[in-house]
């Protein structure tokens, strides 16, 4: 049976961590679906799509798969869930109640739980126990009231006894390594490098980092 990712989105989401570990995901076999957490009206939103596009943080638009509906995007529905960052999207996410109890549902459900940039802002306002985390620069201060914060391009922590996975990133510029991790964790090392390879990711760029 194929795995399943949920990504959240809303706006201000750093497009390149959106769409290259949804797209990165999708070629090895993993079931993702794209949901809208809204913040207010999106300007974009009354141009007859349902869900309402989201505006990136570079002006990009994505029309997501759905709109977040808690009932509907729980742990026993997916085995992933994935948070992108980009300031504003991240201040979004991370402060959605709905959003913090997913955090908490999917990694006391032994599920992974992946964000990326700000995006792992999320960990600390769901308040996930002490573990090891990066980020972007911008939001480490933050991070290390509450973390082992560490500056590896991507950090996997699954000490927490019966818990889950918590995989965290640091910005665009480590997005394919997140995602080739996240098909690792999901689909095996073989998988990831079946889906490396066709991607021409540069020899001279070491993976994994």
Known sequence: MAKKALVLVAD???????TITYDTLVRAGVECTSANVQSGGSPYGTVGTSPALVVCSRGIKILPDTTLQPLEAGPDKYDALVIPGGLKGSETLSQSTEVQTLVREYFNAGKIVAMICAGTLAAKTAGLPHQPVTSHPVVQDVLTQAFKYEEGSVVVSD???????LVTSRGPGTAFPFAFKLVELLCGKEKSDEVLGPMMFPPSVPYPY
Request: cysteine-free.
């Open 12 to 18: 201000g989401t750093e497009e390149m961590e959106f």
């Open 159 to 165: 000490k927490v006894e019966g818990k889950g996975t």
